[in-house]
């Protein structure tokens, strides 16, 4: 194998590639990149076991020429180790040979490395086949989907299936739910109704296909009982999933409330923000307490002290109360909606309670409140 | 004590006095600060037993009321807490009250914090006595003999004397040196030909100090054998000395070389940083072959492979020449010279070799190498 490469398109590829890279993997090759020089150009797969990415940098781009002095072939190299050469190389150019299957030689005009490398025969099998049928989503679409709900997923494996985002396709909805048991995101987007099908796909992978899209107004995706495949623009990735029924069923959100606040998101998250300060531990309990006179967000902490914080853009239906919440969940819930305003239903002190975007139903967050002390 | 206050200037008065504090401490005292509102303004004191700074808030500054309302008293509040409350207040001005000895209440128009407090008595008694024969240096003359020495003093205390920066005053030089026994920075100014002390000051400590000097122009500077004392603007920070005498003589720095390398010095931290990119470890190995033909910055290593470059902008004069080094040492120390050339002079191939500024020869940096592979 032989080429000459535009660095940047090199540089991009590889760092497409690299997401699926982890700093440790007890099978080395899972720590390489098979790269190999095809008719179409330079193809880059990286693979963790758990997800695989394989993405096309293609010979011409825009009329412009990106791959040149070319000879086909293959190899395997280390992920780490060729990304930050490449990266470091300051030439527009590089170029990079195989020598006796075991040197990469890769050299822009000043530098000169030589990289161990083995035979890309070496590399796991990666299948690439669709894995049922195929449908479009835009990447807005799926973004908005993970972005909102990723978050609230278990982020230790006591319980792996709540590490997924339960991804669900009925009755022309496509429905990602996302829970740690204490909170639970949910968002929806409209898709094909003949679509069916629910799979379970780990929230932090998803988090990190999505960083992917720049660039890409839609994304091919396909899925059946093992695996999910994301396609879009030169690039394929495909996740395993996480067998097993989610334990949530579609009916879990609460539909009538006693009490309700409309407030300001960016006061609702300052106020939190500011009254947390003085926790001691990492999961800050902060009150509401709400009356049709004033509605005050306090914090109380026996070492530190106390904070309380007065609301002033609100509006509040309903007798008197009061509920106390880990901070963190509230604040990740109302930045998720990304709203102006923000509407908080409650049934009562100890019942979950939803927090939602007074424009956009396609969105709703759910919490359990804490015990107050 | 009762007070309201520019929230600005407080929380600048704060962050500075936080320099001293540290995230743990076994004395609870030395978590808190002192606040003291007298007749010159509020004193905020901190310290960790190792270093203390007292700052002063001037009840006006530039003309503009920083203080009113006030009314004398002092407190000790968790430092750590105060620091954050008051750095997340909106308002510009933030109202301080301590009410039965226990309680701080502070407000801004929007929020009120009650945060534990404790009489300022239980306090250590701190010593803010001039340590010695007080003298003025630039604040400019200060951060270098600290920026240009610091990185080479010892980061770990298996030799805590090598932990400090030895300030030597001596025939009308005040000289820094650090060395970590690999290596050795050593900075000189020129002081007052009647001053004569050395003193071994903890590093860390003084490139914290340094960081402080922002908008003054000098600092008075007195010690004795226990203590230094730097004072700027209405700052005062005093740190312990760590006795004994520094190992190091003056006459360490070799006078007499063979071979002199100048190069570029953007040009050779760039080849290094590339080639040390190959690297496993934690201390790169890198080596410069030299000889009248060509300059070559090159690593290697058995598990990843070898990179080399060439360097352009070169003058050698000497004999063929091979020497590997710790690439942090020689990276580190071309920074701190800070000069757009640098000259390398070496005496053979196992002997140290020193980094110097072409054009400045106060500061000398010298670097023992490593054995080539």
């Known amino acids: 194998m032989r080429f000459t490469i535009d660095k940047n398109q090199f540089l991009k590829g590889l760092l497409i590639a690299g997401h699926s890279i982890g700093n440790k993997n007890p099978n080395?090759?899972?720590?390489c990149f098979k790269l190999e020089l095809t008719a179409r150009g330079l193809?880059?797969?990286?693979s963790n076991g758990d997800i695989t990415i394989w993405t096309l940098v293609p010979n011409v781009l825009n009329d412009k020429e990106i791959i040149r002095n070319s000879s086909l072939g293959s190899t395997l190299v280390n992920a780490h180790v060729i990304t930050e050469v490449v990266r470091k190389l300051e030439g527009e150019e590089v170029s990079m040979e195989i020598i006796d299957n075991v040197i990469a030689k890769i050299d822009d005009s000043k530098a000169t490395f030589k990289l161990n490398c083995i035979s890309a025969e070496e590399y796991p099998h990666i299948d690439f086949e669709k894995a049922g049928n195929p449908f479009v989503l835009s990447c807005g679409d799926v973004s908005?989907?993970?972005?909102?709900?990723?978050?609230a997923a278990l982020d230790k494996d006591t319980r792996p299936i709540l590490m997924a985002i339960n991804l669900r396709a009925e009755g022309g909805k496509l429905t990602a739910t996302a829970t740690d048991s204490a909170r639970l995101s949910r968002k929806s987007v409209a898709v094909d109704p003949s679509l069916r099908f629910s799979v379970n796909v780990p929230a932090k992978t998803l988090a990190d296909i999505v960083t992917l899209f720049e660039g890409n107004d839609s994304v091919e995706i396909s899925a059946n009982a093992e695996k999910i495949i994301f396609?879009?623009?030169?690039?394929?990735?495909?996740?395993?999933?996480?067998?097993?029924?989610y334990p949530v069923s579609s009916s879990i959100i609460p539909q009538n409330f006693s009490f309700f606040l409309e407030v300001n998101a960016q006061q609702l998250l300052g106020a939190i923000d500011r009254v947390s300060v003085l926790a001691t531990d990492h999961a800050p309990v902060v009150k509401l307490s709400m009356d049709d006179e004033q509605v005050e967000v306090s914090s109380t902490s026996d070492q530190t002290g106390s904070g309380v914080e007065r609301l002033t853009t609100i509006q509040y239906t309903g007798e008197r109360l009061e509920i106390a919440f880990n901070a963190m969940f509230v604040t990740q819930a109302v930045r998720a909606l990304g709203s102006e305003d923000v509407v908080l239903s409650f049934i009562g002190e100890m019942k979950p309670f939803v927090i939602?975007?007074?424009?956009d139903d396609s969105v709703?967050?759910?919490?359990?409140?804490?015990?107050?002390?």
């Open 364 to 373: 709703v967050e759910l919490i359990t409140p804490m015990r107050t002390r």
């Open 231 to 245: 396609s879009f623009g030169t690039t394929l990735v495909s996740s395993r999933l996480i067998s097993g029924e």
């Open 28 to 31: 080395p090759m899972y720590l």
């Open 144 to 151: 908005a989907l993970v972005s909102q709900t990723a978050f």
């Open 356 to 359: 939602r975007n007074p424009k």
């Open 43 to 46: 193809e880059i797969t990286g």
